[in-house]
């Protein structure tokens, strides 16, 4: 039996020839590629950094920026002029021209500020801020501009710069704050001790601070039954609340006009630039409180054997009349009882947009006229949930006369622009 030789039992060790020979040929096969190697990564190009006139651009654009947050104008404008003449290329370039186009807007220079926004639009014609730009081009140019309003409910959203980041292609001049039934009645009863200890002076503050005028929602179905002040102690002790069987606040009851008076007289010794009606509607067979049907009986000398009338009986439709033309002089009431208090505050009134589509419909479904509406004393109307389209809509407008007085609210489907071009006063914009 052979055995393999064994070193250290006479047979010699490997040679340093030996050694070199096998890392020899070790070498050849990786050579030769027998052997895989890992390949070598061709050199990268380095990327492309910032020039010198680049970071200073940027640095002017951040103090411009910085300075028209602040208010300060002419500063911001004259820091993107800086940047605009040395030129340091297209996206850089048109951060500055847009941004100076607005710092100057802000300023109150008109005719400038249209020349810098047809110029942005004429060499940026698709860039991010195209439809803010158009929008504030057509501000520019109307002799008054449009109210374009936000709805703010801060209980929800406390930040209201979020909400304003919400639409970055338009430009907000207005909020319509939205509180709920809760904080709306803590609110007014703060308004008779003291406004600033109250979070609705803090939301009004913090918007007018930003350049925005302030408009609250006041639901007409819970401020009917607001608490009555009384007079032997100052204070607000309790509600009035009188209602039907669908639990509809009873406006005939005289206790509930005095709480709705009351209301709106202390609610305007809050800053705000205007109050919003809504929830104003009933149903044809809603609202028979035994004061509404005394007062029908009353007007028509006719008496309801029933407070539930057949639909067709004519009786339904005396009385929708009724209350419509009760509602305006209530609502007028309203606007006298406001202006007492705060002369310059403006009125509005949230209207379904069936009354103007189909007239009779809206009478029966919310006991509202609109050529009745039109005699009580609001400064606007908005139109809101335009499921039949703002261009019909405004054409059943065009029948009444003037479209000058009327918030259309925008649908997802609707640009700015395109209900810029209309004769309305001013648009709600809807969240995105």
């Not at 008076?261 to 202390?266: A, G, K, P």
């Not at 479904?365 to 499921?387: H, I, K, N, P, R």
């Amino acid at each position: 039996m052979i055995r393999p030789p064994v070193c250290g039992r006479g047979n010699p060790a490997p040679t340093r020839n030996t050694v070199f020979f096998i890392t020899a040929v070790l070498l050849i096969i990786l050579i030769t590629g027998c052997v895989p190697t890992t390949p070598i990564p061709p050199p990268r190009h380095p990327a492309h950094l910032p020039t010198r006139a680049e970071n200073r651009a940027t640095a002017q654009l951040i103090k411009g920026i910085r300075a028209y947050e602040e208010g300060r104008y002419d500063d911001a404008a004259s820091f993107f002029r800086e940047i605009i003449s040395s030129n340091p290329g297209a996206p850089l370039l048109m951060e500055a021209q847009w941004h100076l186009a607005r710092s100057i807007a802000a300023a109150g220079k008109k005719d400038e500020t249209k020349k810098e926004l047809r110029l942005f639009l004429n060499n940026y014609p698709r860039s991010p801020y195209e439809e803010e730009a158009r929008l504030l081009l057509h501000q520019q140019e109307s002799n008054t501009a449009k109210s374009i309003a936000a709805i703010w409910s801060p209980e929800k959203t406390p930040s209201l710069k979020d909400l304003l980041l919400r639409f970055p292609n338009v430009t907000i001049n207005t909020v319509l704050l939205e509180l709920s039934d809760q904080q709306l009645e803590k609110s007014a009863q703060a308004s008779a001790k003291s406004l600033t200890n109250d979070p609705l002076f803090d939301w009004i503050d913090l918007a007018r601070k930003m350049g925005l005028r302030v408009f609250l929602i006041t639901p007409f179905q819970f401020t009917a039954g607001y608490p009555i002040s009384n007079p032997a102690d100052g204070g607000l002790d309790h509600f009035i609340r009188s209602k039907n069987e669908g639990g509809e606040v009873d406006i005939f009851n005289p206790e509930v006009k005095k709480g709705l008076l009351t209301f709106y007289r202390d609610i305007t010794r809050y800053p705000l630039n205007g109050i919003v009606v809504n929830e104003i509607a009933y149903g044809i067979k809603e609202g028979w409180t035994p004061y509404a049907m005394a007062a029908y009986q009353e007007l028509f000398s006719e008496k309801l054997e029933t407070a539930r009338p057949h639909a067709t009986s004519p009786s339904l439709w005396r009385f929708a009349g009724m209350r419509s033309r009760y509602l305006r002089i209530l609502l007028n009431d309203i606007w006298a009882e406001m202006q007492s208090g705060s002369p310059e505050i403006e009125f509005g009134v949230s209207v379904p947009e069936i009354l103007l589509i189909d007239p009779a419909k809206g009478l029966s479904e919310t006991s509202l006229d609109y050529l009745e509406l039109q005699e009580a004393q609001f400064d606007f109307y908005w139109v809101g949930s335009m499921g039949a389209g703002s261009k019909k809509v405004l054409e059943s407008l065009l029948k009444y006369g003037r479209t000058d007085n009327i918030w259309f609210q925008r649908t997802r489907k609707e640009t700015i622009s395109s209900l810029l071009e209309m004769p309305i006063q001013g648009i709600v914009v809807s969240s995105p």
